[in-house]
């Protein structure tokens, strides 16, 4: 079965609002990663977060985890037009990469 | 740097045929892996390899094999194919210090079973 879950499965938004998703995962874990995957095409690498980290901040993106509640969070401030993607979480746990089925984000124009 | 490349792109096969799908990178990473995306779902680990001479199974590893001879290829088997293989296949290669880092993902192989 797959570790990671993310909530919303899908989320419609205008551009200019910020966007929040949600991943929770079963088991302990070294780090976790976050993915965007455009339609049919392979996936792109957003940002990592390990174990022993709280927060992270990579340009509009903000990532926190929660290794207690098992969940992590990905926000998307400033949201445009070309973030509409699949968005994923995975987790690395001894090498063994699982992913979560994903939030689909629209960004509405 | 080419990346993570994939060949073919694309494959139809019978059932009960074998085929080879290759995968091959040239940034030095020892972490490789496969994954399959069912359609609306997320990816799934096949195998993985974190080394040459290395390989292991991940979360659907049944009727496909894996052999790590060079850093850089990554070939999966698939033995006998069923129409349940249609699938998407991704390969990914990352470094390896401790955990698996940031993945560089291949364009991905469409692969129909009829």
């Known amino acids: 079965s797959q570790q990671g879950e993310e909530d919303p499965q899908a989320l419609s938004i205008q551009e200019g609002e910020n966007a929040t998703m949600n991943c929770s995962y079963k088991t302990s874990i070294n780090n976790l990663q976050w993915y965007r995957q455009n339609s049919g095409r392979g996936l792109v690498h957003l940002i990592l977060i390990r174990s022993n980290e709280r927060e992270k901040h990579s340009g509009r993106l903000r990532v926190t985890l929660d290794t207690s509640k098992k969940s992590s969070s990905l926000l998307i401030t400033a949201s445009r037009a070309a973030d509409t993607a699949s968005y994923f979480c995975?987790?690395?746990?001894?090498?063994?990469?699982?992913f979560g089925a994903g939030t689909r984000l629209t960004v509405k124009p | 740097n080419a990346g993570v490349t994939q060949t073919p792109k694309f494959q139809v096969l019978k059932t009960g045929q074998s085929m080879t799908l290759q995968c091959a990178q040239d940034m030095n990473h020892e972490y490789m892996s496969w994954y399959r995306q069912d359609p609306g779902m997320g990816l799934r680990l096949i195998h993985y390899?974190?080394?040459?001479?290395?390989?292991d199974q991940g979360e659907v590893p049944n009727g496909y094999n894996v052999s790590r001879s060079t850093t850089e290829d990554f070939p999966l088997r698939l033995l006998s194919a069923a129409p349940s293989q249609t699938s998407v296949y991704f390969c990914?290669?990352?470094?390896?210090?401790?955990?698996?880092?940031?993945?560089?993902f291949g364009p991905g192989t469409r692969l129909t079973v009829l």
């Open positions: 995975a987790t690395d746990a001894s090498n063994d990469m699982r």
């Open positions: 390899s974190v080394g040459a001479g290395i390989t």
């Open positions: 990914a290669s990352s470094s390896l210090a401790g955990d698996v880092g940031e993945q560089f």
